[in-house]
């Protein structure tokens, strides 16, 4: 049984900064990608950041330059630092870890944490 578990979200005026951190624990895969979706209302559920067990990051066009994905792999956790808030990055952040083994994919997501970036 895999759990992650999300912190960090709140509310913050434009131009602001939230740290969001999500803990995975359970059996977990050693090679793996944590990363970070995010659901606005009406919207579909989009990749805003991921990074590899090795470190490589992946990173929507939206977001470049203004967020950063880090992970810890003793801890098993994966940060995102959200820094020149936007009104358009409100929504609800999933944190999600995956990883493929012996052919099958395996995909596990937090319950969700919600950003507001007040304008």
């Known amino acids: 049984q895999v759990q992650l578990v999300e912190s960090g979200g709140g509310l913050v005026q434009a131009g602001g900064s939230l740290r969001l951190s999500c803990a995975a624990s359970g059996r977990i895969f050693s090679i793996n990608r944590m990363g970070w979706y995010r659901q606005a209302p009406g919207k579909q559920r989009e990749l805003v950041a991921a990074v590899t067990t090795g470190g490589t990051t992946t990173y929507a066009d939206s977001v470049k330059g203004r967020f950063t994905i880090s992970r810890d792999n003793a801890k098993n956790t994966v940060y995102l630092q959200l820094n020149s808030l936007k009104f358009e990055d409100t929504a609800v952040y999933y944190c999600?870890?995956?990883?493929?083994?012996?052919?099958?994919?395996?995909?596990?997501w937090g319950q969700g944490t919600q950003v507001t970036v007040s304008s």
């Open positions: 999600n870890l995956a990883w493929t083994q012996v052919g099958s994919e395996f995909r596990y």
